[in-house]
């Protein structure tokens, strides 16, 4: 799962990117590709955290 979550932060990593390229940083292709990509880290470290507790 957690390698599954990884994959996935890259991919829209670099989709972010290239879409920023673009286009400018407000625009709402790169902000929602922001969004994704902030609540799949959120998501990441949140199975980080429970991971080392327990």
Not at 8 to 36: F, P, W
């Amino acid at each position: 799962m957690e390698q599954l979550i990884d994959q996935q932060i890259e991919e829209l990593r670099l989709e972010m990117h290239e879409v920023a390229s673009d286009k400018n940083l407000t625009d709402y292709r790169v902000v929602s590709i922001s969004c994704k990509l902030d609540a799949l880290i959120n998501e990441f470290y949140v199975m980080k955290r429970l991971k080392i507790s327990s």
